[in-house]
């Protein structure tokens, strides 16, 4: 349980530094390709652990004992 809840974090601030790099910052126009692949597999992997974990919590904490 401990790691899903670590996995949902990590998701979550990814998430958040490739949201943060994208609205507030030139990184998407001035870096070139580079800035927009950056926050593409930023927000990519925040995503790619945040889904998962949140179906793990809600299937743990749904389910009958």
Same mark, same amino acid.
């Given at each position: 349980?401990? *790691?899903?809840?670590?996995?949902?974090?990590?998701?979550?601030?990814?998430l958040?530094?490739?949201?943060?790099?994208? *609205?507030?910052?030139?990184?998407?126009?001035? *870096?070139?390709?580079?800035?927009?692949?950056?926050?593409?597999?930023?927000?990519?992997?925040?995503?790619?652990?945040?889904?998962?974990?949140?179906?793990?919590?809600?299937?743990?904490?749904?389910?009958?004992?």
């Amino acid at each position: 349980m401990r *790691w899903m809840l670590f996995l949902l974090f990590v998701g979550s601030v990814l998430l958040g530094i490739g949201l943060f790099l994208l *609205w507030f910052t030139p990184a998407a126009t001035e *870096w070139g390709i580079e800035g927009i692949a950056l926050v593409v597999i930023l927000i990519t992997m925040g995503v790619f652990l945040l889904v998962p974990a949140k179906v793990y919590i809600i299937l743990k904490f749904t389910k009958k004992t």
